[in-house]
């Protein structure tokens, strides 16, 4: 059986479907676009022995933004592909935060977190120089492969519903049309102070080397 994958680019941020109604879901180009190419209907209409893909894999920048056109999506699988995502063949793709290499050398290390950045630098050593990605589009196509669209290397995390109604209020409450459920789980659980010390953090542990 012949093995493929494809890609999927979609311009800005795909449409909330948690506000709209379904004649307006469908009314949106980018929407039809994606219900075409898995191929297997919407709604009430939706056929998973019909999906073109095992895998839908949900790739967006490592930011603020790619993880609100994350939730978008989810929030589209969930309420009209919910079979899509409970037979798990829906994957977010992990993009790298950092690259740790030497210069003139074959030598690199990606990390996905903080906590693997400071393990990547021990691993290359001294003299390491650090990269760090704040979107896709700063990555090469040579580097895209390798860290996010590689079968054999790329990181994915399913996505599962566990709880299907504590996750069907949670995606009310986050993305539909009420403001202060919203606002409460915010004040509750979001840090608005964060610093980003990442140049300091890592000239106070390592010190002597290059960074980018």
């Known amino acids: 059986m012949r093995q493929f994958q494809s890609i999927l680019p979609l311009r800005g941020k795909p449409l909330n479907v948690e506000k709209k109604r379904l004649d307006q879901v469908l009314a949106n180009e980018e929407i039809r676009t994606m219900i075409s190419a898995l191929g297997a209907g919407v709604g009430n209409d939706f056929n998973i022995d019909k999906i073109n893909y095992h895998k839908v894999i949900i790739l967006s920048d ?6 609100h056109i994350r939730c978008i999506l989810l929030t589209f699988f969930f309420r009209y592909m919910r079979e899509l995502v409970n037979a798990g063949h829906v994957y977010i793709g992990m993009p790298p935060l950092y690259k740790v290499y030497k210069q003139n050398s074959s030598v690199e290390e990606y990390a996905y977190d903080d906590k693997e950045l400071q393990e990547k630098i021990e691993k290359v050593g001294k003299g390491y120089l650090i990269q760090r990605y ?7 196509a040579e580097q895209l492969w390798k860290t996010t669209m590689d079968p054999a290397r790329r990181n994915l995390t399913q996505v599962t519903v566990e709880d299907a109604i504590a996750a069907d209020g949670m995606i009310t409450k986050l993305m539909g049309d009420a403001v202060e459920g919203r606002k409460e789980f915010l004040s509750k659980h979001a840090n608005f102070n964060k610093v980003d010390a990442f140049m300091e953090r890592v000239k106070g542990k390592v010190t002597g080397n290059e960074e980018e």
């Not at 490592?62 to 993880?67: L, S």
């Not at 704040?134 to 090469?140: D, R, T, V």
């Open 62 to 67: 490592a930011d603020q933004d790619g993880f």
């Open 134 to 140: 704040k979107g896709l589009g700063e990555m090469s």
